[in-house]
Nanobody, 123 residues
Framework: QVQPVESGGGLVQAGGSLRLSCAAS????????MGWFRQAPGKEREFVAT????????YYADSVKGRFTISRDTAKNTVYLQMNSLKPEDTAVYYC????????????????WGQGTQVTVSS
């Protein structure tokens, strides 16, 4: 399995920006759709964004559309999440997954999660 390592989280004021990075190692990077989920305290983990390895198409949760941008650097085996206009409700632990697929909703392979990085947005 691919092992993802997230970085870039931190504390930011509402309206600010952060960029998360997810570096993958192990299996061939180009075989997997990578992306991000998040989990706020007391809530279930939810889909945020993903980028397709086949053609680079991107998909976003409605709550982040227009504010977050996912991108990738295939040569570096890394995917990024640029987060702008952050809101307090974006506060969560953000998890990278290196094998995302869609059934009735976007899901991440159980063995492809990173350890997560904390994002805290103050009001």
């Amino acid at each position: 399995q691919v092992q993802p390592v997230e970085s870039g989280g931190g504390l930011v004021q509402a309206g600010g920006s952060l960029r998360l990075s997810c570096a993958a190692s192990g299996r061939t990077f180009s075989l997997n759709n990578m992306g991000w989920f998040r989990q706020a305290p007391g809530k279930e983990r939810e889909f945020v964004a993903t980028i397709m390895t086949s053609d680079g198409s991107t998909y976003y949760a409605d709550s982040v559309k227009g504010r977050f941008t996912i991108s990738r650097d295939t040569a570096k085996n890394t995917v990024y999440l640029q987060m702008n206009s952050l809101k307090p409700e974006d506060t969560a632990v953000y998890y990278c997954n290196t094998n995302i697929y869609r059934r009735t909703s976007w899901e991440g392979h159980p063995r492809s999660w990173g350890q997560g990085t904390q994002v805290t947005v103050s009001s």
